[in-house]
């Protein structure tokens, strides 16, 4: 069994589109994280949950708007896609955020032309 | 706002030989972590220290916390095909918030068989 699952994992796009990246982790965890790794592998958090909560929001352009229906799910939804959207967007847990094992998927590889 | 910085950002080597990378926070750290990426994986936690002056090993990895909790590092001894990847740290601020957990830029690792 996957423990952070994400989908889909390769997306392709015209800008201006909308699209949604779903996640879902099956490790009982309380936080949930989506990450941006740009093409210079560099990996920047954008959103930190915590049962369903916003905690961290890292100026991220607000047409990225995650969505945490439950615990063990955490969307992010992307309006007016850009071409530096481009890149892959992880999503991950951990147990009482960042003093335990964060746990990655396996990533979601978007490219806007 | 807190950066984590690691040197050096690539690093190519002859099997066999050791490797180190560097990593240096601007702020101390509640703990630091380890991930390896393989090329078109995701990051894979690999250690977490959390005491002042800790040192761990896993095999032919040795980790290494500094005293005053800025700085960390990773050896490995005789490396091999396998090691090859991207080697993050990461932590959070001391007495900053356990959800944003900054990662460093990475060291690219290649080996050559």
């Known amino acids: 069994d996957t423990a952070v699952s994400q989908t889909p994992k390769y997306l392709v796009t015209q800008m201006g589109n909308d699209k949604s990246i779903k996640c879902e982790q099956n490790?009982?965890?309380?936080?949930m994280y989506w990450y941006k790794q740009d093409s210079k592998k560099f990996l920047k958090i954008m959103f930190s949950?915590?049962?369903?909560?916003?905690?961290i929001n890292e100026t991220v352009p607000n047409r990225f708007s995650p969505k945490s229906p439950d615990k063990a799910h955490l969307n992010l939804h992307i309006n007016s896609l850009e071409l530096g959207d481009s890149a892959v967007y992880f999503c991950?847990?951990?147990?009482?955020?960042?003093?335990?094992?964060?746990?990655f998927g396996e990533g979601s590889w978007l490219t806007v032309v | 706002g807190q950066q984590v910085m690691q040197i050096p950002q690539y690093q190519h080597v002859q099997e066999g030989e050791d490797f180190t990378t560097y990593c240096n926070s601007s702020?101390?750290?509640?703990?630091i972590q380890w991930y390896k990426q393989r090329p078109g994986g995701h990051p894979v936690f690999l250690i977490q220290?959390?005491?002042?002056?800790e040192v761990k090993k896993q095999k032919r990895l040795t980790f290494q916390f500094g005293e005053a909790k800025k700085n960390s590092s990773l050896h490995i001894t005789a490396t091999q095909t396998t090691d090859v990847g991207t080697y993050f740290c990461?932590?959070?601020?001391?007495?900053?918030?356990?959800?944003?957990?900054?990662f460093g830029k990475g060291t690219l690792l290649t080996v050559n068989p």
């Open positions: 991950a847990s951990s147990q009482d955020g960042g003093i335990n094992t964060i746990y």
């Open positions: 490790l009982g965890h309380d936080t």
């Open positions: 949950y915590n049962n369903k909560e916003l905690i």
């Open positions: 702020t101390t750290l509640s703990n």
């Open positions: 220290l959390v005491k002042s002056g």
């Open positions: 990461a932590g959070p601020r001391s007495g900053g918030s356990n959800y944003k957990l900054t």
